[in-house]
T-cell receptor, first 115, second 113 residues
Framework: EPEVTQTPSHQVTQMGQEVILRCVPI?????FYWYRQILGQKVEFLVS????????KSEIFDDQFSVERPDGSNFTLKIRSTKLEDSAMYFC?????????????FGNGTRLTVT | DQQVKQNSPSLSVQEGRISILNCDYT??????FLWYKKYPAEGPTFLIS?????DKNEDGRFTVFLNKSAKHLSLHIVPSQPGDSAVYFC????????????FGTGTRLTIIP
């Protein structure tokens, strides 16, 4: 059973619409991440989040993306105006800041389909 | 820019035999390597890791070998079991365990009963 719960499991949206993907950690994690996997491709790093701030982001994570932890519990990824190429599995992950100490743990993902 | 490559998209192995999954990397700054296993409709699950100061790490049926000069690592599963059927991802990080992982494209392993 993963230690993060992601909702929804599947989201279908029309191009140009905003979507919010949610991640709920079970225990009190500090380091959060979003990764995504376009169908048939590799899992890609999007953003890391620590102490309520973005600590690192990839080229993919442009102005259309944002993350926040509004209530100290839920960790969200917002895509403001979805594009067809945003269709992918989005994985939330939590860590300790170093894979050497403890490996990154992933949620079961949200499948986003943009039509 | 594929910094981590898994050149075999699929592999079939007889139950009880050894499964060998390969991974190559190009970035000399990578110093920590991990293998994740993924079932359909689930997130990647950590299997085993190795730091660049070692050339082998073993955990039960799983062994990871690292050849730094060749920039190559491999995962050995022995004996292979039907439950091992999944997609296996190789991943790497810089800065000794930085959790920004660079993944390969994965190898689908099928264990034949």
């Amino acid at each position: 059973e993963p230690e993060v719960t992601q909702t929804p499991s599947h989201q279908v949206t029309q191009m140009g619409q905003e979507v919010i993907l949610r991640c709920v950690p079970i225990s009190n994690h500090l380091y959060f991440y979003w990764y995504r996997q376009i169908l048939g491709q590799k899992v890609e790093f999007l953003v890391s989040f620590y102490n309520n701030e973005i600590s690192e982001k990839s080229e993919i994570f442009d102005d259309q993306f944002s993350v926040e932890r509004p209530d100290g519990s839920n960790f969200t990824l917002k895509i403001r105006s979805t594009k067809l190429e945003d269709s992918a599995m989005y994985f939330c992950a939590w860590g300790t800041g170093s894979s050497y100490n403890s490996p990154l743990h992933f949620g079961n993902g949200t499948r986003l389909t943009v039509t | 820019d594929q910094q981590v490559k898994q050149n075999s998209p699929s592999l079939s192995v007889q139950e009880g035999r050894i499964s060998i999954l390969n991974c190559d990397y190009t970035n000399s700054m990578f110093d920590y390597f991990l293998w994740y296993k993924k079932y359909p409709a689930e997130g990647p699950t950590f299997l085993i890791s190795i730091s660049s100061i070692k050339d082998k790490n073993e955990d039960g049926r799983f062994t990871v070998f690292l050849n730094k000069s060749a920039k190559h690592l491999s995962l050995h599963i022995v004996p292979s079991q039907p439950g091992d059927s999944a997609v296996y991802f190789c991943a790497a990080s810089e800065s000794f365990g930085n959790e920004k992982l660079t993944f390969g494209t994965g190898t689908r392993l099928t264990i034949i009963p």
